[in-house]
């Protein structure tokens, strides 16, 4: 069992391009959450996904944008991007109401 | 408001010591997680706790739900225990977890 893994684990990009990062969940988990962790800070919520719907969503713009596949696999899109928007960015998943098992994160740099 | 606070924020420890990290929170809540965080951010969880306490090798987790506190201890700490441990939450009724600023644990040899 793989766990969670996310692609790219590094990327750079330019202010106003898009991003497209990509999780896939570990064998069994049908819920995936993104997460942005910017420097020397804690993790803050994006969103989660169930069922190929969003479930709830934190405190980011509509610029933020996801999407989960039949497979359970998800993707984060972030449009226009920000300066501010560098960070790492955290996929995890579980069962309902099980335990949370993260991916080692993506690591967005916006120039 | 639903907060996480954790404490200490830093802490050095000699290797061999017993080390204990608090995590408390304002409301009611469904789920606690301890997290552990390497440099570079992979986060590895540790435990999810909803009562009582929870063991894993050297770690061990309690929860008391009256007083709204969490502790994380870490019993004949060594080197490879320096991270950051976060404590993260999941309040009442919400699926998002709250995380707390987190604790940087260094132990020394």
């Known amino acids: 069992d793989a766990g969670v893994t996310q692609s790219p684990t590094h990327l750079i990009k330019t202010r106003g391009q898009q991003v497209t990062l990509r999780c896939s969940p570990k064998?069994?988990?049908?819920?995936v959450s993104w997460y942005q962790q910017a420097l020397g800070q804690g993790p803050q919520f994006i969103f989660q996904?169930?069922?190929?719907?969003?479930?709830q969503r934190g405190n980011f713009p509509d610029r933020f944008s996801g999407h989960q596949f039949p497979n359970y696999s998800s993707e984060l899109n972030v449009n226009a991007l920000l300066l501010g928007d560098s960070a790492l960015y955290l996929c995890?998943?579980?069962?309902?109401?099980?335990?949370?098992?993260f991916g080692p994160g993506t690591r967005l740099t916006v120039t | 408001k639903n907060e996480v606070e954790q404490s200490p924020q830093n802490l050095t420890a000699q290797e061999g010591e017993f080390i204990t990290i608090n995590c408390s929170y304002s409301v009611g809540i469904s789920a606690l997680h301890w997290l552990q965080q390497h440099p570079g951010g992979g986060i590895v969880s540790l435990f999810m706790l909803s009562s009582g306490k929870k063991k894993h090798g050297r770690l061990i987790a309690t929860i008391n739900i009256q007083e709204k506190h969490s502790s994380l201890h870490i019993t004949a700490s060594h080197p490879r225990d320096s991270a950051v441990y976060i404590c993260?939450?999941?309040?009442?009724?919400?699926?998002?977890?709250?995380f707390g600023k987190g604790t940087k644990l260094t132990v020394n040899p």
């Open positions: 996904y169930y069922e190929e719907e969003e479930r």
């Open positions: 064998s069994g988990h049908d819920t």
């Open positions: 995890a998943s579980r069962t309902r109401g099980g335990l949370q098992y």
């Open positions: 993260a939450v999941r309040f009442g009724g919400s699926e998002k977890l709250v």
